[in-house]
């Protein structure tokens, strides 16, 4: 990843630039530092890969809502390097550009950028989904071994309230050394299949270098709270009569109960919006699924009583 540098300083552009502003940029950069513009550069080659992961994070519209509401550290708690890549392709750029249109990860780690001029033999390097980590020569003469295999992968299932309000966890490991035992700290509002990045928590090879642990989160049911993306469902029974002719009732929340006012003639299975109740600091909303509560048993006054009201057409 790009480490502590701001994805939009990367590309030399404001917080508030459009669509159109950030792919200028992007363009403008990466014709600048292309490696097949600049062979043998490894500063120049580095700083390619850094503006095109900025470009895959700024240019999708749900990544950059992301970066921007919790900065580079918790967006990089959030996305490994495989979600900020994922189903990205500047192919038909590059090839405007004069670059052909193979994509981005050929041109990088091989394919048609790594051919280099004077007749030099292609490296023989091996590519993974962290964009810049390379088998080095050193790692060669002990034995190639491909850095996502240093990689380790881990299911960690918590509690519905753990993902609302964050927790800290402590999981055993199994790596090529032994158990190894790691704290992870769960940040708040993380969803089901979301990934955590923990760097250098993964296994070592004979140089000494560690790969990352990645850490898919797996988020249990509630009894009471349903979640989808940002906004958080509930039900709630309301009597016939409270449906005919309106009532407030009390409904669960994550902040605790709250009273919400049920308008008159409210039909069964409609929502009311909580706004601002739903995933904290995420931006979402509360809905409350009204269900009218049809009796199956009536007393003979109920009978009664319902018979006087068809007599008034209701």
Not at 2 to 29: F, H, M, P
Not at 70 to 78: A, E, K, P, T, W
Not at 111 to 122: C, H, N, S, V
Not at 171 to 179: K, N, P, V
């Amino acid at each position: 990843m790009a480490g502590k540098q701001d994805y939009y300083e990367l590309l030399g552009v404001s917080k508030t630039a459009s669509e159109e502003e950030i792919k200028k940029a992007y363009r403008k950069l990466a014709l600048k530092f292309h490696p097949d513009r600049n062979p043998g550069n490894k500063e120049a080659e580095e700083r390619f890969k850094l503006i095109n992961e900025a470009y895959a994070v700024l240019s999708d519209t749900e990544k950059r809502k992301q970066f921007d509401s919790f900065g580079m550290g918790g967006f990089q708690q959030r996305y490994s390097e495989e979600d900020i890549f994922r189903g990205f392709n500047v192919g038909d750029l590059f090839k405007d550009l004069g670059f052909g249109g193979g994509d981005i990860f050929s041109m990088i780690f091989g394919g048609q950028g790594g051919k280099r001029a004077g007749g030099r033999q292609q490296r023989q390097q091996q590519q993974s989904w962290d964009f810049g980590d390379y088998i080095t020569r050193e790692q060669q003469q002990h034995g190639p071994q491909a850095v996502q295999d240093l990689d380790l992968h881990y299911e960690l299932e918590i509690p519905f309230m753990d993902s609302i309000h964050g927790a800290e966890k402590r999981i055993s490991l199994a790596t090529q050394s032994g158990t190894e035992e790691v704290n992870v700290k769960i940040p708040k509002g993380i969803a089901s299949g979301k990934k955590l990045r923990l760097k250098g928590k993964g296994n070592q090879d004979r140089t000494g270098r560690r790969g990352n642990l990645y850490i898919t989160m797996k988020v249990g049911e509630h009894p009471v709270f349903k979640r989808t993306g940002n906004d958080l469902f509930v039900t709630r029974e309301v009597k016939l009569t409270d449906a005919l002719l309106g009532t407030v009732v009390e409904v669960p929340s994550i902040d605790g109960p709250k009273r919400v006012t049920i308008p008159p003639g409210v039909k069964s299975h409609s929502k009311v919006r909580l706004k601002g109740l739903g995933i904290p600091d995420q931006g979402g909303d509360e809905y409350v699924e009204i269900i009218i509560d049809i009796p199956k048993k009536l007393t003979e006054k109920q009978k009664t009583l319902l018979e006087e009201l068809r007599k008034e057409g209701l």
